[in-house]
């Protein structure tokens, strides 16, 4: 891999299809090319991912409300080294697909099946009435976060009261219709590879994502910790209660990290990293990650001096893109792939290769 000086930048040459992988929108305010990553098995992935990439234009999918903005919070974060920079991701409709094959993808909250089909009609019920209200461009968010408190609140309580087991969680995961976008596996590698940490913040639970990376990716990634609502079983595996505050997709932010546990901890591998919440406060410049204008409020109570946001808006587009546009610095639409974030985050640790 072939690299040069020009006016002070580093140009580091790489394959054509992970060029034409890179959102056109991009490239007039990210000043350098750099390489996505050194490991193997990331070229290898990215390679794979090649015969779906070539025909899409990204182009026609991004947003970007203030490119000079942006341009000038990457060289920010570029600057500080990848020491001191964090991701928070949301998870359903930003990790994980949209729609798949033609269908809306379930959520991890959605997915779930008790064996109980009295309690499974009477979620559903909740989700039919509370989520058109979760979305709604009129509703005050102080009346929004009311609703969603009512409604977490509901649903936990009937999973409870159904009779929830572990295994019928393992199983509800196997049957469900949820897919994480192309590139997520890619973007989890590079950070872990540069000791970056990622928080998941999700107003799911976190027994069923942990299940859902398990099954669907079968490995686990030592930067990353899961902030979500987590399950309490007896010894015969059936729940009986939640851990801690309801997070709920309104309010979870960092002041819900003591909430966090480390995704390798679930998966019997104790090796690599341990990054404690106070050095993950300490790193204070921010790659945001969210399908939703309430996502921006999962890096509240961190004291961070540079934040970029991604947001992906998936559905309902023609209502919400100004709203979106001017929320966050960089929209995709269309249920787009990771692929642009993973160049994203080339260009925020491109400092290493100098």
């Given at each position: 891999?072939?690299?040069?000086r020009?006016?002070?930048?580093?140009?580091?040459?790489i394959?054509?299809?992970l060029a034409?992988?890179?959102?056109?929108?991009?490239?007039?305010?990210?000043?350098?090319?750099?390489c996505?990553?050194?490991?193997?098995?990331v070229?290898?992935r990215?390679?794979?991912?090649?015969?779906?990439?070539?025909?899409?234009?990204l182009s026609?999918?991004?947003?970007?409300?203030?490119?000079?903005?942006?341009?000038?919070?990457?060289s920010?974060?570029?600057?500080?080294?990848?020491?001191k920079?964090?991701?928070?991701?949301?998870?359903?409709?930003?990790?994980?697909?949209?729609?798949?094959?033609?269908?809306r993808?379930?959520?991890?909250?959605?997915?779930?099946?008790?064996?109980?089909?009295?309690?499974?009609a009477?979620?559903?019920?909740?989700?039919?009435?509370?989520?058109?209200?979760?979305?709604s461009?009129?509703i005050?968010?102080?009346?929004?976060?009311k609703?969603?408190e009512?409604?977490?609140?509901?649903?936990h309580?009937?999973?409870?009261?159904?009779?929830?087991?572990y295994?019928?969680?393992?199983?509800?995961?196997?049957?469900?219709?949820?897919?994480?976008?192309?590139?997520?596996?890619?973007?989890?590698?590079?950070?872990?590879?540069?000791?970056?940490?990622?928080?998941?913040?999700?107003?799911?639970?976190?027994?069923?994502?942990?299940?859902?990376?398990?099954?669907?990716?079968?490995k686990?990634?030592?930067n990353?910790?899961?902030?979500?609502?987590?399950?309490?079983?007896d010894?015969?595996?059936?729940?009986?209660?939640f851990?801690?505050?309801?997070?709920?997709?309104?309010?979870?932010?960092?002041?819900a990290?003591?909430?966090?546990?480390?995704?390798?901890?679930?998966?019997?591998?104790?090796?690599?990293?341990n990054?404690?919440?106070?050095?993950?406060?300490?790193?204070?410049?921010?790659?945001?990650?969210?399908?939703?204008?309430?996502?921006?409020?999962?890096s509240?109570?961190?004291?961070?001096e540079?934040?970029?946001s991604?947001?992906?808006?998936?559905?309902?587009?023609?209502?919400n893109?100004?709203?979106?546009?001017?929320?966050?610095?960089?929209?995709?639409?269309?249920?787009?792939?990771?692929?642009?974030?993973v160049?994203?985050?080339?260009?925020?640790?491109?400092?290493e290769?100098?």
């Amino acid at each position: 891999m072939n690299s040069h000086r020009v006016q002070g930048s580093t140009i580091i040459s790489i394959p054509l299809h992970l060029a034409n992988a890179i959102p056109q929108q991009l490239h007039h305010f990210l000043p350098s090319k750099y390489c996505c990553t050194s490991s193997p098995r990331v070229w290898n992935r990215c390679c794979s991912a090649q015969n779906k990439m070539e025909n899409q234009d990204l182009s026609k999918f991004t947003i970007t409300g203030d490119p000079q903005s942006l341009q000038n919070k990457i060289s920010q974060i570029r600057m500080a080294g990848p020491s001191k920079l964090q991701v928070i991701a949301d998870f359903d409709g930003t990790l994980t697909r949209y729609f798949i094959n033609g269908s809306r993808g379930q959520t991890s909250h959605g997915l779930l099946q008790q064996g109980n089909p009295e309690y499974d009609a009477k979620r559903q019920a909740l989700y039919e009435y509370y989520h058109p209200l979760e979305f709604s461009p009129t509703i005050p968010l102080e009346e929004k976060t009311k609703l969603m408190e009512e409604w977490w609140g509901k649903t936990h309580g009937l999973l409870i009261e159904g009779g929830l087991t572990y295994d019928a969680i393992k199983k509800s995961v196997s049957d469900a219709l949820i897919a994480f976008r192309d590139g997520v596996v890619e973007l989890f590698e590079f950070l872990e590879e540069r000791d970056i940490p990622v928080l998941i913040f999700s107003a799911g639970l976190a027994d069923i994502i942990e299940e859902v990376l398990r099954q669907k990716v079968h490995k686990s990634f030592k930067n990353v910790k899961i902030v979500s609502n987590r399950m309490v079983f007896d010894k015969d595996g059936h729940l009986v209660s939640f851990k801690g505050k309801t997070i709920h997709s309104l309010n979870k932010n960092e002041h819900a990290l003591d909430m966090a546990a480390p995704l390798h901890e679930h998966f019997g591998d104790t090796d690599g990293p341990n990054y404690d919440n106070a050095s993950v406060k300490n790193r204070t410049n921010v790659l945001l990650l969210g399908d939703h204008i309430g996502d921006l409020g999962m890096s509240d109570g961190l004291k961070y001096e540079t934040r970029i946001s991604v947001g992906f808006l998936n559905d309902n587009i023609e209502n919400n893109l100004d709203n979106y546009r001017n929320a966050f610095d960089i929209v995709y639409l269309n249920d787009a792939p990771m692929w642009g974030v993973v160049e994203l985050v080339s260009q925020l640790c491109s400092n290493e290769a100098q």
